[in-house]
Structures are given as structure tokens and as C-alpha cells.
């Protein structure tokens, strides 16, 4: 079984208990590029999680949906504030760190920004490529630069530029030659 879908198939179990519990929720990082590209090797996923000011912690609303399951587990790491979820029917295991929307991601989660592809919710192409940028303007690394890269250039028509900050995407554009054509069109299909 490729690693891809490996991860899908952790992602659509906890998505399944996180829609029981009524949690609002979408996946991130370089799974969905794999997904896209229908590639077998990802390494990377994030669940991102709504919280809000009359619910709680999206951790909490986590550690509570996944109590009792013989598949999951939790591993809170407070003095760094990530909660990592195991998926544990796959060895080996598939863990899945769960991220606070509105810190990573829109911070809200609904159709407007999330999208499902195989019946999985993930960030819309938008959202995906301001969460990457995001990530690259802090990490810089080659991966969150490919992942930017390959949506942008094959889903450009998709991209809402009102959702991408153009300062970091023209500084991307400036470090990633090749995005530049696709983020051109983008431009020119708003005016710009």
C-alpha cells in the first residue's frame, strides 16, 4: 500500500469521528499535492481543527471525539502545543498533528474553504497555497516550495487572489522561477 494511501485512509477514520462529534475540520500539508498528483509517497499531514469562543480548545474537542476508539490515540505536548493524533489499525501507525484553524488555515471551516476530494475534506486550492506560503515565508524549505508550486501551476484558475497575500507570493514567485507563469495568469484573471 503506498504511503499516500496510508494517509488517506487514517484521514478519512478520524474524519469520520470528528464529523459524529460535529467538528468542523479539513486536511493540510504536502498529502493533498500527493493526492492531487495521484503521487505515492507523502509524508506529511495535518488535521486542522475549528475551535471557537463558545466551544473548546480544538485539542480538547479532539482528545474528547477520539476517547474510546481502539483505532486513535493522543499525545498532548504542552510545552509545545501540539497535539499529535495516532492512528493505530496501520503499522506502522499514521500520526496526524492537529493544528487550531485560524492559526493554520481559515478560521472558520466550511464549503466557502474546504473542499473533499475522495470524500476527505481538505483546504480549498486557496487556502492550501496561503497556509504553504505561510509555512514557506517561516521554514523556507524545498518541499513547501514544491508543494506551492505544483498546485499553483496546475490549478492557477482555481486560486482566489484575494486569499493569497501578494507580498509573500511575489517574494516566492522571486526565489521559484518556475511558479512565476502561473501566478502571472492569476494576476491577469483579476485585472492585475
Known amino acids: 500500500m503506498s504511503e499516500t494511501r496510508r494517509l488517506v485512509e487514517a484521514a478519512t477514520a478520524l474524519s469520520q469521528i470528528l464529523r459524529d462529534n460535529g467538528i468542523p475540520h479539513a486536511y493540510y500539508g504536502s498529502v493533498l499535492t500527493a493526492v492531487l498528483a495521484n503521487s505515492s509517497h507523502s509524508d506529511e499531514i495535518f488535521c486542522i481543527v475549528e475551535g471557537g469562543q463558545s466551544q473548546a480548545h480544538p485539542f480538547r474537542r479532539v482528545r474528547d471525539a477520539v476517547t474510546g476508539s481502539e483505532d486513535f490515540t493522543t499525545t498532548l505536548s504542552p510545552w509545545t502545543n501540539r497535539l499529535h493524533v495516532t492512528y493505530r489499525r496501520l503499522i506502522p501507525a499514521i500520526e496526524i498533528e492537529i493544528l487550531p484553524a485560524g492559526e493554520t488555515g481559515p478560521r472558520n471551516l466550511d464549503t466557502t474553504n474546504v473542499m473533499k476530494i475522495q470524500g476527505v475534506p481538505f483546504l480549498t486550492v486557496s487556502e492550501f497555497l496561503r497556509a504553504k506560503l505561510k509555512t514557506w515565508m517561516i ?37 521559484n522561477a518556475a511558479a512565476a507563469p502561473a501566478w502571472a495568469a492569476v494576476r491577469r484573471k483579476y485585472g492585475m
Open 139 to 175: 521554514r523556507g524549505t524545498d518541499r513547501d516550495a514544491q508543494d506551492i508550486s505544483y498546485v499553483l501551476s496546475r490549478y492557477w484558475n482555481r486560486v482566489d487572489i484575494n486569499r493569497i497575500p501578494e507580498a509573500d507570493m511575489n517574494q516566492f514567485v522571486a526565489r
